[in-house]
């Protein structure tokens, strides 16, 4: 990203709701608390922003964010409950429970913050800095924990502090977060599936209804606990072959390009999209999966894109690509 910013700390009050709306309104990036660790948000609509969240946690990985929202109605504008989910999210929202669920039709939350996925990860937090943000912002916010990648998720500002000062606009400190671990999170696709265990308890969901564990079905497979479970869900895969690294186009491809240059070829390609004229990786990050999508519409078989440096948010563009250039 460019220069460093002038991370500002500020305690929960009504300032500082007013402050972190602003932020999330123009874009900008605000941590807060949850009643399960700190999130770092920005606006789940605005792909830019998200853009710029994913580089600086500085995640090598394009992994599914999850949508805040401020209560039940706006969880239904983003996407589809079926009965268990309903049952699921009116036991245990707002609170530490996330559900995947499949993404609603005219869902506005932007295809970076769902890493292309049909699915969509919705939570209503309970933590009331958390809620009153989401309802000055009025709109879905994406937070993942607010830590660099690969460290542990913060509890408190001060955590949030030595991660990402300078990285970020904003950090509204809320005291503690009061459970200290993430959100259980439950896929409602088609049989309640149990993804990620925690802060809401496997016995409170018992309670409710008869969970899948993701791990049991693996025969042979005991030890192998999904931690990240967005790696496990089925990839958006266009139906185009992608040909990386391209440095022409051939007959019949689509031109999926990177930067000013011009390939050979570029003038015959069926369609083309760049995913940033000037370069610039967030605008390419930003760009990536509605482009993906644009020209896999389009009547080909094959897309040539071009190279795209292997540095920072390039890198998890290009584990992106690959994953959709790989045979199946
Ligand atoms: O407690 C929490 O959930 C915290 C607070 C800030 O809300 N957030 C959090 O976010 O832990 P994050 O990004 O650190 O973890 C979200 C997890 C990731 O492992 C991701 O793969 C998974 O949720 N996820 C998100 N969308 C998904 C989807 N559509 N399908 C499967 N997994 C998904
Ligand atoms: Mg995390």
């Not at 599914?64 to 589809?80: E, K, M, S, Y």
């Not at 800095?129 to 912002?137: G, K, S, T, W, Y």
């Not at 992608?242 to 570029?266: M, T």
Request: aromatic content about 4%; glycine content about 8%.
């Amino acid at each position: 990203m460019g220069g460093e910013l002038a991370t500002q700390v500020l305690n929960g009050d009504a300032g500082s709701i007013a402050a972190a709306a602003r932020v999330l309104a123009r874009g900008g990036l605000a941590a807060f608390p949850t009643e399960t660790v700190y999130g770092l948000g920005c606006d789940a609509c605005n792909a830019a922003a998200v853009a710029r969240l994913y580089d600086a946690k500085g995640r090598p990985s394009f992994n599914p964010l999850i949508a805040h929202v401020a209560d039940g109605v706006a969880a239904h504008r983003l996407a589809d409950f079926d009965a268990s989910a309903e049952r699921l999210a009116a036991a245990f929202w707002p609170g530490p429970l996330t559900l995947v669920l499949p993404k609603h039709a005219s869902c506005p939350v932007t295809e970076l913050a769902t890493a292309g996925l049909d699915t969509i990860a919705v939570r209503v937090p309970s933590h009331p800095v958390a809620r009153e943000i989401l309802a000055a912002f009025g709109q879905p916010v994406v937070a993942p924990s607010a830590n660099r990648s690969g460290h542990v998720s913060p509890t408190t500002a001060q955590h949030v502090l030595a991660d990402l000062r300078g990285r970020i606009d904003l950090i509204v400190d809320g005291g503690p977060a009061p459970m200290g671990l993430e959100s259980t999170i439950i896929a409602c696709i088609d049989a309640p599936t149990l993804l990620r265990p925690g802060a809401l308890s496997r016995a409170a969901i018992d309670q409710i209804l008869p969970l899948k564990d993701l791990s049991s079905g693996a025969a042979g497979e005991e030890d192998e606990v999904p931690l990240a479970p967005g790696q496990l869900a089925s990839h958006y895969a266009p139906r185009a072959r992608l040909r990386l690294n391209a440095e022409r186009v051939d007959a019949g491809e689509a031109l999926l390009a990177f930067g000013p240059a011009q390939i050979a070829g570029a003038g015959r390609a069926v369609a083309m999209l760049n995913l940033s004229p000037g370069a610039d990786l967030i605008e390419a990050a930003a760009n990536l999966f509605s482009h993906l999508r644009t020209l896999d519409a389009c009547a080909t078989s094959s897309i040539a894109v071009m190279p795209v440096p292997e540095v920072g948010l390039g890198e998890a563009i290009n584990d992106r690509l690959r994953r959709a250039a790989a045979p199946r």
